[in-house]
């Protein structure tokens, strides 16, 4: 297929940013996004020009690093994957194909469609832990039966790759579902039970420091989280605050 | 220097106890003045940071990505290893011991392994306390499955993200330790060298991937956990950033550098559709448990695939040659990785593969599903059943146990494996040689450490299932935590390292010239221009299977890419800026140098072990006729290679290999 591809360009942080209009040629159904970047990336190499910053490892839909906003969709038209697993046979040939970084007043672009996630990371400080040293003198790891239920949708929640594409879709930048998700995975769990009031109250507090928005239940970020994480963990973070706040 | 492996005297099984009772030891007021940099945050890095932070010391971490958590451990499906004995079925420390001793083709070192399978149990404990949420039963205890070349079921899990759960899980301890200011992360940074002052490791150069700022950073000891070098290959199912750099650079300040050829091609993966090709996917080894992997028997059937006029699903039993269960009637299709790979690679080159590429091959849960129909049926009550009917019942039992999977290759290759077979080939994914170390993890450099996937130690010449996990988590939580005492425990009155000095501004003047040729150097060719052509040399010669005369073509030409690399590379952009292209192209030259050393320690072992399958060296007759024919009274050795400029004069250190517990054995799967 043929395509054209209006790209996000902008040098760093501080500069600013434009759309780019790049053609690309004889691009095959089986590969994927990230590749069909590739290619526009040694075509650019290859006539001497800077090609595009995207942020990219595992290939596989599981470390998080992808996260690009394509026509207006983040990780793309399919779902329930991330964009490197997004496939060209979702296009047509002659598409123009607009591709954006994830875009919140909370992850700075750093250039191109690479933005700062690190916010993510001091919520994840804040109190997205359970406080038992790694000495290995822990109790017996079946001393304390789990029913497979709770067990179950823990690991659900945990599931989270921390991409950020909730955030990128919900309308208010809202951070909640993957807060949400870390607060129900530990709260689900009894090890998690020791510190759930500090826990939850001190993440909340940094997503809030950190200038992500509100939760206004649209329920976007469940669709286009590539893990299918349920709005159920929003519900559980709001239980888990308010239980916290009135004991 | 001669190669001391520190492997404390006594009885296997009490060697890691009493040498900890007597190692020394830094006591908790003077930890705080020591500090320590860790690069690399996968399961080895993470877990180390971690707990090395929570003992007190200063800990600064390091990671290409923008998280610790990206880091390429998460990746890991199948599960973690551990000589729990949960389900009463007769597992133990030294089983856990005897079949990763065997898995590795007796290549690996007795006592690290006998430690290894010691710490196992303590890593599930831990992992559970820190809220890692393993598969359970429905009494609420833990679950097991059963791996590829054992015969217990000692394989703890989450889902098919064990790698994800167990990382995460290093993640939050070291989260809570950042908080606590106990380490200082350094996200979307790379080392680019390590620093030696009087002979010791003391610092790293590292580069700011954001900035391109050239940084120095001191410490009393350096540990490196920064993964294999499965991307020599360039096509591999490691991540895109995975590189040798780090490891490398060690081994050019004097770390020597292990059993390089050691590497493990894995047989299920996703096969490569064509040359845009930038990474392959694996398929969890667990899919041998019910899949059937087969070929046509007829060339002209093959052809008839290929051209699209006929469908797998049309030949009947009788065309269809199930090769593993011809060759291997007592494994079949649970072979282990190596056999299973070559076996691929042998019908494939033999004109049977079964896609346009000629590279794959069919792996079939048609009578899986059958199989689980019928039991189904039987189950539910459901008489003369319709083979609709069966299918779906089927279909259901087998959407349980690999759903995920069946949806991941369904997006990628776009065919429904639950209706036509899947096709699978072999991919490099994981690297068992790496940095030398001894009983204590240090390199051949003083305080110079290297763990997880990095080293070299644990896993002989061949890896197996779920076995990769638990020693990158065993080395950070459980061993090198203590291990590192008995070396700083001389720093205590050290103080501070300056960063101030020659040494260091040696090492970053050298950092800087390379990068500054890269950004001026006007070439005419891509860095990934020269990484597939690396791969490919390295995936023709240096692959499933080795010979003398192709291992020394390899060498020839990698030099003369290597050479060619130096004058013709472009990397546009500059060097003050986030610049992907340049990173690419350290880590490239790097894999350049390393591929070369590779193929000369494939061609210095003339034996077939493990991974490492020399053609010269195959069974000749009898009923192991064509199988690989390991060399014991030669070969039982570690390579362990001494840098001397250029790699094809590396000089050789052999570390004698003992087995005193475990009596060697041909490994025979027929």
Redesign the interface.
């Known amino acids: 297929m043929n395509l054209t591809l209006k790209i996000w360009r902008q040098k760093d942080s501080n500069a600013k940013g434009q759309m780019v209009d790049y053609k690309v040629t004889e691009i095959s159904e089986h590969m994927s996004f990230l590749e069909m970047m590739d290619v526009l990336n040694e075509q650019l190499v290859n006539s001497g020009e800077e090609p595009v910053a995207f942020d990219h490892d595992c290939r596989e839909g599981i470390c998080g690093m992808c996260s690009m906003y394509i026509n207006g969709e983040a990780h793309g038209p399919d779902r329930g994957i991330t964009t490197c697993q997004l496939h060209m046979r979702m296009f047509n040939d002659g598409d123009t194909i607009t591709i954006e970084p994830f875009r919140a007043a909370a992850f700075p672009v750093i250039k191109d469609l690479v933005v700062d996630r690190t916010a993510f990371e001091r919520i994840q400080q804040a109190g997205g832990y359970i406080s038992v040293n790694t000495s290995g003198n822990t109790q017996d790891a079946n001393s304390i039966p789990i029913s497979k239920h709770d067990a179950d949708e823990a690991m659900d929640a945990a599931t989270c790759i921390g991409c950020g594409a909730c955030v990128a879709t919900c309308k208010n930048s809202s951070a909640m579902l993957f807060v949400g998700a870390k607060v129900s995975q530990y709260a689900l769990l009894p090890q998690g039970q020791v510190e759930a009031a500090d826990r939850v109250q001190n993440m909340v507090a940094q997503m809030d420091l950190e200038g992500f928005g509100n939760c206004t239940n649209t329920g976007a970020c469940e669709v286009e989280c590539p893990k299918g994480i349920s709005l159920d963990n929003i519900a559980r973070m709001n239980r888990e605050l308010m239980k916290a706040t009135i004991k | 220097m001669a190669l001391d492996s520190r492997v404390p005297k006594g009885p296997i099984k009490d060697k890691w106890t009493d040498y900890k009772n007597k190692i020394d030891l830094v006591n908790p007021a003077n930890k705080r003045h020591i500090d320590i940099i860790v690069v690399g945050t996968g399961l080895a890095g993470g877990?180390a940071a971690?707990?090395l932070a929570?003992l007190g010391y200063n800990v600064k971490a390091f990671a290409y990505?923008?998280?610790p958590?990206?880091?390429?451990s998460?990746?890991a499906q199948g599960g973690i290893n551990a000589a729990?004995n949960?389900q009463g079925d007769g597992d133990s420390t030294y089983r856990l011991f005897y079949d990763t001793v065997k898995g590795g083709d007796y290549r690996s070192r007795e006592a690290n392994v006998y430690r290894l399978a010691e710490?196992s149990t303590?890593i599930?404990?831990?992992?559970?306390?820190?809220?890692v949420?393993?598969?359970?039963?429905?009494?609420?205890?833990?679950d097991n499955r059963s791996f590829g070349g054992v015969l217990v079921s000692r394989t703890f899990y989450?889902?098919g993200?064990t790698g994800?759960?167990l990382l995460?899980g290093a993640?939050?301890?070291m989260?809570?330790q950042?908080?606590r200011g106990k380490i200082e992360?350094f996200?979307r940074h790379e080392m680019l060298d390590v620093v030696k002052v009087d002979g010791k490791a003391r610092g790293i150069i590292a580069r700011n991937l954001?900035t391109g700022e050239i940084e120095r950073h001191s410490a009393h000891a350096v540990v490196v956990a920064t993964g294999g070098y499965g991307n020599v290959y360039f096509l591999s199912?490691n991540?895109?950033?995975s590189n040798v750099t780090a490891a490398w650079k060690i081994h050019k300040k004097g770390a020597y550098f292990a059993n390089p050829c050691y590497t493990q091609i894995h047989p299920t993966c996703i096969p490569r559709?064509?040359d845009?090709?930038?990474?392959l996917?694996?398929m969890s080894e667990s899919l041998r448990n019910d899949g059937r992997i087969w070929v046509p028997k007829s060339l002209d059937d093959v052809k008839a695939i290929r051209e699209g006029r006929k469908k797998p699903t049309d030949l009947s039993e009788d065309e269809r040659d199930y090769y593993l269960e011809r060759r291997y009637p007592a494994f079949g299709n649970l072979v282990p990785r190596d056999v299973a790979s070559r076996a691929a690679k042998e019908r494939c080159d033999a004109g049977y593969g079964v896609n346009a590429t000629g590279e794959a091959v069919y792996l079939d849960f048609a009578a899986a599903i059958e199989r689980y129909g019928r039991e189904q049926a039987k189950i539910h009550n459901i008489e003369n059943a319709s083979d609709a009917k069966i299918y779906e019942l089927g279909q259901k039992i087998v959407e349980a146990k690999y759903g995920n999977l069946f949806?991941?290759y369904e997006?990628?290759v776009?065919q429904n494996p639950y209706k036509t077979p899947m096709m699978i080939y072999p991919a490099v994914h994981y690297t068992m040689g790496g940095v030398w170390v001894d009983y204590n993890l240090m390199t051949t450099v003083p305080g110079l450490y290297c763990i997880g996937e990095a080293n070299f130690s644990d896993h002989g010449a061949n890896r197996l299932g779920a076995s990769a996990l638990m020693q990158g988590l065993a080395d950070g939580?459980?061993v090198l935590p203590y291990t590192i005492g008995d070396y700083l425990s001389d720093d205590i009155r050290t103080g501070k390292i300056s960063t101030d000095t020659e040494e260091f501004e040696e090492a970053e003047k050298e950092v800087k010239a390379k990068i500054d040729f890269f950004v001026t150097n006007k070439g005419t060719k891509?860095v990934?221009y020269f990484h597939k052509k690396l791969g490919k040399i390295m995936w023709d010669k240096c692959g499933m299977s080795r010979n003398e005369k192709g291992l020394k073509e390899a060498m020839v030409e990698i030099k003369a890419i290597r050479e060619e690399f130096w004058k013709e590379v472009?990397v546009?952009?500059t060097a003050n800026?986030?610049n992907?292209?340049l990173e690419k192209a350290g880590r490239v030259a790097d894999f350049l140098e390393l591929g070369e050393l590779f193929a000369k320690d494939a061609l210095t072992r003339n034996e077939s072990c493990g991974g490492h399958f020399r053609e010269e060296s195959a069974e000749e007759s009898g009923p192991q006729k064509g199988e690989a024919k390991r060399n014991d009274k030669d070969y039982a050795f570690v390579s362990a290679w001494e840098y001397k400029g250029e790699p094809a004069d590396a000089v050789l250190h052999k570390e004698q290999l003992e087995f005193k517990d475990i009596e060697l054995k041909q490994r025979s799967y027929k």
Request: proline share 4%.
């Open positions: 877990s971690a707990t929570e990505q923008d998280s958590r990206r880091a390429h998460i990746a729990k949960y710490v303590n599930i404990d831990q992992c559970v306390a820190q809220g949420p393993f598969a359970r039963d429905y009494g609420g205890l833990l989450a889902k993200q994800q759960q995460l993640y939050s301890a989260n809570r950042i908080a992360m996200n954001i199912t991540a895109m950033g559709s064509g845009y090709q930038s990474k996917t694996l949806q991941m997006k990628i776009d939580y459980f891509s990934d472009s546009p952009g800026e986030m992907p292209e």
